[in-house]
């Protein structure tokens, strides 16, 4: 719904989570919203979604179409929106940002936790997504065995996977070496279990990962396993200048 058109009013509250189209009806029958300070009767009006004052039992509401959050996603939950089995990340979110219908921009690994975005913003995703852009991914972890230069040189020269794809360059930077070893690697694609089988592929088993950046996008230490945050103005324009072309 852009900022140019005018919406039909049970469309606009149900948007933003006031009930169904049936629900909202009866609110408005009601005389409970009221509209540039009239109350309105009918549900099908049409209003201006972003430039009408409206309000639902004296309270404005503020119109938007999308909406963008950071989850620090907890493992054993699976980046989706639905599972047969396992719990998703949708299941965290407060019905107040289900309304919006979101969805996780990537897959995280069930085991892995750190740094997801969510958003019902398509553009955006697909921008994020692109195997073209080269959105760089940044991500903490520990591995079993000793991570040494010669594995940060391979890492630098892109790796052969066990499919026989040969990886972009990447960044290895080791923060502690010995029989577990802690690393932070930078990736600027997003294959399949990419950071797991780029060690596999140097003979290393990865015990635990965690996604610390995406773009321009840091997870904000604050939150804890489970929790999200809507993005601040600056970190969603963030996001997109780091989608212009440069
Ligand atoms: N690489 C992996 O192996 N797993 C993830 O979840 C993300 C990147």
């Known amino acids: 719904m852009g900022e140019k058109e005018r919406q039909r009013l049970d469309k606009v509250l149900a948007h933003i989570g006031y009930g169904t189209r049936k629900e909202i009806k009866q609110i408005v029958k ?8 009239q109350v309105v009767k009918q ?4 209003v201006w979604p972003y430039k009408d004052s409206i309000e639902v039992d004296g309270k404005q509401i503020i119109y938007r179409e999308y909406i963008y959050l950071m989850m620090n996603k907890p493992p054993g939950c699976i980046s989706a929106t639905e599972d047969a089995v396992d719990k998703v990340v949708i299941d965290l979110l407060a019905p107040e940002h289900k309304t919006f219908e979101p969805f996780p921009v990537g897959r995280l690994d069930k085991d892995t936790e750190g740094l997801l975005l ?3 913003d398509g553009k955006l995703a ?3 997504l692109s195997p073209k852009k080269h959105v760089p991914k ?3 972890a520990q591995i079993a065995g000793e991570v040494t230069e010669k594995d940060c040189e391979v890492f630098r020269n892109g790796i052969i996977l066990d499919d026989g794809y040969r990886t972009l360059p990447s960044e290895l930077i080791v923060l502690s070496s010995g029989l577990c070893s802690e690393i932070e690697v930078t990736i600027y694609e997003g294959k399949f279990h990419q950071i797991k089988r780029m060690f596999a592929a140097v003979g290393k088993r990865v015990v635990y990962l965690k996604r610390v950046k995406m773009g321009p996008l840091k ?3 604050q939150l804890d396993l489970g929790q999200y945050r809507e993005l601040s103005n600056e970190e969603i324009a963030a996001l997109f200048n780091a989608n ?3």
């Open 43 to 46: 549900a099908d009006v049409h």
């Open 138 to 140: 940044t991500y903490f």
């Open 126 to 128: 697909h921008m994020l």
């Open 30 to 37: 009601a005389g409970r919203v009221n509209v540039n300070g």
């Open 118 to 120: 969510l958003t019902n």
């Open 244 to 246: 212009k072309p440069k």
């Open 219 to 221: 997870l904000d230490i």
